[in-house]
């Protein structure tokens, strides 16, 4: 299968099922780790400057008000492991991977000030078939932070993974597909949880499903058509413009289509 290429443009719910459920591989371009970078010297700048930035050199939530004494890239690892609070059962690998690919998708905007070798290494985790072990239930707000973190965790070594069929410690995982644990640069870590991509996964997914489904029932219904010999003047794009319904009209002519091939 040809790799699939992101060039922050962004992709379509087809992309993120490819992804997803047919193992297929991603690339970035050149262009989009250029865009990063300088996105990311900005943060720094502003960062050497004494400019507070949330989630870089201030706390979260209520504590934004807060300065973050010490090393800002531990505090990535404690804002982290803070959030790894997920319980129940864990996602399926599908889900995972379409969290994983929404995720990289909309870092390849360019806009979340992500250093780019976390960008590549969470490419790379996906490409191996690296699937954190992603619990299903726990939230602490708007977005999908506490679900995420278990991208996050996989990504430095830490939590578990599914690979090659089996659950083991992220760092075997890592190890294994010759992988290195990503070192977290100060607002990093924010980055990667603070989305809503494990939902935009799963939305994607469910809209392709029933989007075949819809497709699927409107061929059985031309073939029930065909056989019992409807009145096909039922259908005539007349009717179904006088009223208000575009979905009706869409659906009318779906069925034409089917009829007249």
Same mark, same amino acid.
């Given at each position: 299968?040809?790799? /699939?290429?992101?060039? +922050? #443009?962004? *992709?379509?719910?087809?992309?993120? !099922?490819?992804v997803? =459920?047919? $193992? ?16 990311r ?31 800002a ?6 804002? /982290?492991?803070?959030? +790894? #609070?997920? *319980?129940?059962?864990?996602?399926? !690998?599908?889900?995972? =991977?379409? $969290?994983m690919?929404a ?6 905007a360019?806009?979340s ?8 290494a ?5 490409n191996a078939?690296i ?6 239930l ?6 999908d932070?506490?679900?995420m ?11 578990d #993974?599914?690979?090659?069929g089996?659950r083991m410690?992220?760092a ?10 990503v ?5 990093d870590?924010l980055?990667?949880?603070n ?5 935009t996964?799963?939305?994607?997914l469910?809209l ?8 699927q ?7 029930t ?7 096909r ?12 319904a ?16």
């Open positions: 299968m040809t790799p /699939l290429v992101l060039t +922050g #443009a962004g *992709v379509s719910i087809e992309d993120v !099922a490819a997803a =459920r047919s $193992a297929g591989k991603v690339e970035i371009t050149p262009a989009v780790i250029e865009k990063l970078g300088k996105a010297q900005v943060l720094d700048d502003a960062a050497a400057g004494g400019q507070q930035i949330y989630g870089l050199n201030t706390g979260l939530g209520a504590n934004l008000g807060t300065a973050v004494e010490g090393d890239g531990a505090f990535q690892r404690q804002l /982290l492991d803070g959030r +790894g #609070a997920a *319980v129940g059962n864990p996602l399926p !690998a599908q889900l995972v =991977r379409a $969290a690919f995720r990289i998708a909309m870092l390849s360019g806009g000030g992500l250093s780019p070798h976390v960008l590549t969470l490419v790379d985790l996906l078939g699937h954190p072990v992603m619990p299903s726990g939230s602490i707000g708007a977005g932070l506490v679900l973190t278990a991208i996050a965790h996989t990504l430095i070594g830490e939590g #993974a599914d690979y090659q089996r410690p992220s075997k995982a890592l190890m294994m597909a010759r992988l290195a644990p070192s977290l640069a100060p607002k870590g980055s990667l949880i989305a809503s991509a494990v939902s996964g799963a939305g994607a469910a392709v499903d029933a989007l075949s489904a819809l497709e029932q409107e061929q059985a219904g031309a073939l058509m065909e056989a019992f010999g409807a009145n003047t039922i259908l005539d794009p007349r009717l179904h413009l006088a009223r208000p575009a979905c009706q009209q869409v659906a009318a002519k779906a069925l034409r289509d089917l009829l007249t091939r």
